[in-house]
């Protein structure tokens, strides 16, 4: 009770906060030299009563404060205390209360951090950044108050959903909106020095620090929700083309092509139009992401209930911010001519347009297949679904190019490169569609398509190598994060061709035999943990001459009742053993899925290097200086 | 007659042209072939014809319909106004269950018999698929 009430009284004079900000920042705007400080410091007060405000919903959450909404919907008192304080994110109310969180965060750090840069964009960039936390604001309040009261008091919550439950996902949330809401700073900042101008070689050098951080984290929560997904749906996949997936994937194309324009922006001058126009798409991205998942229209299998009326508002937000940035872009942004005609066909910047194109393209193969279900069932209602051989027939022949330039453009110069020294580019081409082909020859597959995509991911594989031996340090973060690509690409396909799976369904001490695998149900066991009940199986996986042993689990949860199951899996260095069991109603019979996984462990480590490349181009441009 | 500037942009204006018509070309094409509509048994009945293609059936599990063999589940789905027969075999969702909304993927064999190559799992027993939620409330 308390505790929400801190938390409500906080909001609303966080918001208040807001307008001497603005007052202050358009003040300062007009008339000082200097920055004015007053901007900083209410700036920190916003971000103080915003995390006292957070913190107000993660105390309801400790105590079990029933008397909020938002802790009775979520929360149960025999929940463990982890689990407690990571359902204050775990919902609709708590994710916008941290956005907002990370939103004012951002802010502040921004003007810590930018104080070598001219005034007038720093409080510009405030300025629109006080217009989305403005927007943002009055949406929690208005429509999603955290901090609603409930009269009588109910004695016990319903519960967050099991699945939910989870080491990964618990952290999945808030290292996902870091990522999101980063790109709200390129945003305010993108839009603020297009207004002065100020798009140049000073501004890349800053914002590039920016785009790096939300693409860190947009890369790691990706990876985190991926890994749930694998062990905790028990699908034993990673990556479903689902709808909501597919509003995280979105983002990071368009964050990954902003950060290559950025390094040509920052080297060269130019392409500072598609900068623009792909920092405003990055937060339109994320700002629809939230939109997509939370306003319940999504068609998705992850999807939690949830309520359609609040889309309402965000659609309505989130169109008065393009509709602004499209504005300030065509009134304000002089494009950069004289810079363009010095673009030459043989040149870094050229493959590296030249691969933003395809990422472009393939931004906009995952938007068409994740909004045209919505939009067909608006005009015609008919209920479709998008599956995932639409997005693999359009993607996968367009990779072959994409990682060839990926392979090539880095071994260009800027400006003009010739063909001479590059007779190893040829000859490393010609060994990995060998390698290829002796990998394929032997497989029922198509032939052709493999043979030249797996050939391009080791071309991009060997060429990154090469490059460690002979260049050492010198633009490392991008060979580990280029190499990193062509591992996961590699294991990805590998993972597709070689995985094999049994399904069955089994009672406790029968078996079931195929040409591969035999698998022995053993024996169930029951056990009660402190808010499920837990039923252990034990069976014996005979392969060849190898036995494994798994145990798979079914947790019966108290509060919600539902049922989950976890999977057992056994990972080695290159493959992964995957089972599940299913219970199925009223009967003796369990569902039983074996799976085998080749090189799984190689996508998640691949997707961990990406990432350390951002992280080393952060630091190392820092060491240096 | 014109300098070589405007040349290449022209060349570069067609390319790009030439490129976008070619993606929105496959886009369109891939489709078309590669979506999958949603049915509900009512909507099965009024069918012309079955064809050899990729549907989602969705509805009720009937009260005592689920039988269970090692190999494969049967169940009917209905919409309290027609109904299908189910057979599958795969993975079953934990949420699967008699007098639960379901959602299942696979190819009509005929107008009362479905083979199911997939079920879909829900994550919320109270979650019901708005698909399924508009086949129950048109009845």
Known sequence: MLYSSIGYYSLIFGLIISFPIILFSIRNFRNEEVLDYKIITFSFIQLFLVVLSFLGLVFSFIYSDFSNETVFNNSHTTKPLFYKISGTWGNHEGSLLLWLVVLTLFIFLFLIKSKDLLKKYRVLTVLFQQIIIIGFFVFLIKSSNPFNYIFPVPNEGLGLNPILQDPALAIHPPVLYLGYVGSSIIFSSVLAATTLNYISKIWAIHIKNWVLVSWIFLTLGILLGSIWAYYELGWGGFWFWDPVENVSLMPWLALTTLLHCILVLEKRSNLSSWAIILSIATFTLSMCGTFLVRSGILNSVHTFANDPERGLFILTFLFVLIFLSLFIFFIFHKSDDQNSSSFFLLSKETSILVNNWFMMYFLSVVLIGTVYPIFLDVIASQKISVGPPFYHKLIIPFLIPFLIFMAIGPQLKWIKSGLEEKLHLVILFIISLLISFFIVKNLDIDFLVNTILIGSAFYLFFITIRDFFLKGFKNIQQNIAHFGFSLLILSILFNNIFSSELITNLKVGESFKNDRFEIIFNDLKKFEEKNYTSFKGNFSIRENETEDELEPELRVYNQPNIITSEADIKTTFFTDKFITMNSVQNEEYFNIRYQVKPFMLWIWISVLLISLGGLISLFKKKYEK | ?139
């Open chain 2, 1 to 139: 007659m014109y300098g070589r500037k405007v040349k290449l942009r022209f060349f570069f204006i067609t390319l790009i042209l030439l490129s976008l018509i070619l993606s929105v070309y496959l886009v369109l094409k891939s489709l078309e072939e590669n979506v999958v509509y949603f049915k509900s048994p009512s909507d099965i009945q009024l069918l012309n014809e079955v064809k050899n293609k990729k549907v989602r059936v969705g509805g009720m599990v009937k009260i005592n319909s689920i039988k269970i063999s090692s190999k494969e589940v049967n169940f009917i789905i209905t919409d309290f106004k027609n109904e299908i027969n189910v057979s599958y075999s795969g993975l079953i969702p934990n949420l699967f269950s008699e007098g639960k909304g379901v959602v299942a993927e696979g190819y009509l064999k005929d107008k009362s018999f479905f083979e199911a190559t997939k079920i879909l799992a829900k994550h919320d027993e109270n979650y019901m698929p708005p698909e399924v939620k508009a086949a129950l409330e048109e009845k």
